[in-house]
């Protein structure tokens, strides 16, 4: 299940709440009881290991470029 982040409008305070996908967003602070709260859009921890993705296929080359031929 995803973790999201939410801030209160009236407190000011940022908490975590884990969630279904088909979940409701949250509407209280559940750490001061009231006040609306607004989803936050954080930064992910997703990372693509293993071989065949973008870094270790398309990465910068060591290799020159041929010299151009004088016509």
């Given at each position: ?14 908490f ?39 870094q ?12 151009a031929?004088?016509?």
């Amino acid at each position: 299940m995803p973790m999201y982040e939410y801030q209160c409008d009236a407190c000011g305070q940022v908490f975590e709440a884990r969630q279904k996908f088909s979940d409701a967003p949250l509407s209280d602070c559940k750490l001061c009881g009231g006040g609306p709260v607004t989803k936050l859009i954080s930064q992910t921890a997703f990372t693509l290991k293993g071989g065949g993705w973008y870094q270790q296929g398309y990465g910068t080359s060591q290799e020159k470029a041929p010299a151009a031929c004088a016509a």
